[in-house]
């Protein structure tokens, strides 16, 4: 246990500015998330398209 800190199971989560991911399985949808919050949702839905990612 942490005092002041909380466990979340999402596979990235995002906390004000700070933006973390469990484990390497979860690098495409970390990075996801960096382009969505650096230039936009647009974007990230695109580049999602092209590698083909659903998730």
């Keep these: ?7 979340s199971d999402e596979r990235v989560c995002v906390d004000g500015n700070l933006i973390t991911s ?4 979860c690098a495409v949808e970390f990075a996801l998330m960096l382009v969505e919050k650096l230039v936009g949702m647009d974007e990230r839905n695109a580049i999602a ?3 083909l ?3």
Excluded at 1 to 7: L, V
Excluded at 22 to 25: F, I, K, L, Q, Y
């Design 22 to 25: 469990r484990a390497a399985g």
């Design 1 to 7: 246990n942490c005092p002041g800190y909380s466990f």
């Design 53 to 55: 990612f659903n998730g």
């Design 49 to 51: 398209k092209s590698i």
